[in-house]
């Protein structure tokens, strides 16, 4: 089924309320459906050829989207809600605008009905579509998060910085979560120094695995669909195995809450070759699509640390995931607005490798990083920080473009959440708003919370010459370019400090080993 439609269709000027639900918002207790009624209002959903192209996107990240969406539109027909759906193998509209435009001049409905989107451009575009056509728009805002938008702006008001720290302390404080009256459950805000843990020389050991979704008839009709539509999308389909609807999603959480929270924390750092998912959660993607609610995520993991005395460090860990960074970044993009997108406080230019796209580098990180990308379309906070994203910025790769990479490439990126940990946390483009310092390291860092270098042509001490290891090179050739801007920061002057173990013969090396680096990518 590609269409489903309204009672009154056929007659103009008979709808209501035309209701907007987007690929991100499958959550049946969606704002914008908050007073439906079915005999006069029509959900309206619709699959834009622009929504799967605007950047390149990976194939499971296109399958994910539209899977759900008609796995949701699906649900909401049993519900006995009507629902005009408009599919890329009917419609085929080249942007949002385009259909809702179409649609408007043929319902004639009194009024729009709208949850805020998680991007800008689509909010701008809506906007605009319904000013265009004469009809009236109502955004309602989105019930899914801890945070409003507005409470995080009253929060940052007074601020001269934003530190995520505060405002995670705020939260815990304000919903009482983790508390023991004002104090926080063990005395400690965070437990960041017990997770950190690597895994040793004899790796992991046996992790269960996440539980699995095989691709049902709707999955696999949207991946012939995509195979056929996109067919020069990046990325692989054969392992997709994503949830897809609101009980996979469930079940999903239930087999992270019994199987891995309890080690999550300690190894939520840690990177080992051939195992992508480790303890992660893998929740990420169902609670951007809304399949999942951030605080029944956070209740499962605090319900569990009771009945099961679970470690408070991976209970901790977790939470300030969902509970700090999720919200965090949220906050950050809505009130920083279209502009953030744009910055480019360190003045990077570099294209972006060709190896983002192929993951073809003697690199062991890199190539295990991004090949793992190509495979799932995933990776977790530490690959995208200090992997993929380190790599980036070391180079010196123009931040839009890494940003449009990860907006693409991971199932689980929204703009909302994926332009700031970009562009602030990972690329430092905003000049410290999201993030005070920047995350850099030589690939010294990456030995020490992986095998990677252990299957790898290049040694992470030297930092020019053959074997020289291309972060280590990067790293310092980072360091010099940016002396005069980190030099006396209070976070960052000691690590800036370290460019005086090396002398001017040794830094003129690295920093030609850098150009050349650079020259060979582009």
């Known amino acids: 089924m590609t269409l489903t439609l309204h009672p009154n269709e056929g007659i103009p000027g008979q709808t209501r309320h035309l209701i907007v639900i987007l690929g991100d918002q499958l959550d049946q207790g969606s704002p914008a459906l908050g007073g439906l009624d079915p005999g006069q209002d029509l959900v309206w959903m619709c699959e834009a050829v622009e929504e799967s192209t605007h950047v390149p996107t990976h194939k499971a990240r296109l399958v994910l989207f539209l899977s759900a969406m008609r796995h949701f539109r699906d649900r909401l027909g049993e519900l006995g809600l009507p629902v005009r759906y408009r599919a890329l193998e009917t419609q085929s509209d080249p942007t949002l605008a385009a259909g809702l435009t179409a649609d408007l001049m043929a319902l004639r409905p009194n009024r729009v009905i709208l949850t805020r989107p998680g991007e800008h451009r689509v909010m701008e575009d809506l906007v605009a579509t319904c000013k265009a056509c004469g009809v009236e728009l109502e955004v309602r805002e989105d019930s899914h998060f801890i945070s409003s938008i507005d409470d995080f702006r009253r929060w940052a008001k007074p601020r001269k910085t934003l530190v995520l720290e505060h405002f995670y302390r705020s939260l815990r404080r304000r919903e009482g979560i983790l508390m023991d009256g004002k104090k926080p459950v063990g005395e400690l805000w965070s437990l960041d120094r017990q997770n950190r843990k690597t895994f ?84 990420s993607a169902a609670l951007n699509l809304k399949l999942l609610n951030p605080r029944e995520v956070i209740e499962a993991a605090l319900g569990a640390m009771v009945q099961r005395e679970l470690p408070l460090a991976s209970i901790e860990g977790f939470v300030r995931q969902i509970l700090g960074w999720r919200e965090y970044v949220r906050g950050v993009y809505w009130t920083e607005g279209p502009e953030y997108l744009s910055r480019n ?124 290891c291309p972060f280590t090179t990067l790293y310092w050739d980072f360091l010099a370019r940016h002396r005069s801007r980190f030099g006396r ?34």
Request: glycine letters at 8%; a neutral charge.
């Open 345 to 468: 406080a360190l003045e990077a230019h570099q294209p972006l490798p060709r190896l983002y796209w192929d993951a073809q580098t003697p690199a062991a990180c890199l190539a295990a990083a991004l090949d793992q990308v190509l495979e799932h379309g995933y990776g977790h906070h530490i690959q995208r920080l200090m992997v993929t994203g380190l790599f980036a910025l070391l180079l010196g790769v123009k931040p839009q473009a890494v940003h449009a990479w990860y907006l693409g490439m991971y199932v689980d990126a929204v703009e909302w959440v994926e332009a700031p940990n970009t562009l602030g946390m990972s690329q430092y483009a905003d000049g410290g708003r999201l993030a005070s310092k920047p995350y850099v390291a030589s690939g010294a860092y990456i030995r020490r919370m992986s095998n990677y270098c252990d299957h790898c042509p290049y040694d992470p001490k030297v930092a020019t010459g053959p074997r020289a």
């Open 200 to 283: 040793g020389r004899k790796g992991p050991g046996l992790v269960p695995a996440p539980l699995c979704f095989p691709p049902d008839a709707t999955t696999q009709e949207v991946m012939e669909l995509v195979q056929a539509r996109f067919p020069g999308a990046p990325g692989r389909l054969d392992g997709f195995d994503w949830p897809v609807t609101r009980d996979q999603a469930l079940a999903a959480l239930d087999d992270f809450i019994d199987n891995r929270l309890p080690s999550f924390g300690p190894y939520q750092d840690a990177m080992w070759t051939g195992a992508p998912y480790l303890y992660h959660s893998r929740l």
């Open 489 to 522: 920061h209070p976070r960052t002057a000691l690590q800036w400090r370290q460019l005086d173990r090396l002398g001017a013969t040794d830094l003129s090396a690295v920093r030609q080993a850098a150009d050349d680096l650079r020259r060979s990518l582009s």
